[in-house]
């Protein structure tokens, strides 16, 4: 049987989930332009769903799937950027996490929000077979 989150609202403004990880936005990770990659955002937001993954799966996860990615702003170099993980659904093997990613410009004031997506993982033994939950 599948566990599903209910569906929690926060106040316009307020992340969703637990922050997972953070990490300062540097001058490598800019394209041309100077903003920074957003394949620079998806892998810390695949990190962060990991980790939160791990911890329900109580072991090994793999990513299976992204969907729903929406990039709200640009991150800019300086920014503080902020990972968010909320537990959407659990199934047979499965673990489904909505990441947000939020930034303090250049480490201070209002939170933004700049981008969110669906993170799909399943729980695999050592050999790489999915295991359950």
Known sequence: MAYTAQNQSTAAGEP??????????MPADTNPRGDI???????????????????????????VAVSNITFLHPVQV?????????????????ITLGVEVWVLRQGQGERVKVTD???KFVAVDDNGTPRPV
């Not at 969703?16 to 936005?25: D, K």
């Open 117 to 119: 997506a669906e993170f």
């Open 78 to 94: 300086g920014d503080t950027v902020c990972c968010y993980t909320d537990l959407l659904r659990i199934g047979n093997t499965s």
């Open 16 to 25: 969703r989930g637990e922050l997972t990880s953070r990490v300062l936005a």
């Open 37 to 63: 990659f957003g394949g620079w955002i998806m892998a810390h937001m695949d990190s962060a769903g990991k980790m939160a993954a791990t911890s329900h799966a109580e072991g090994r996860v793999v990513t």
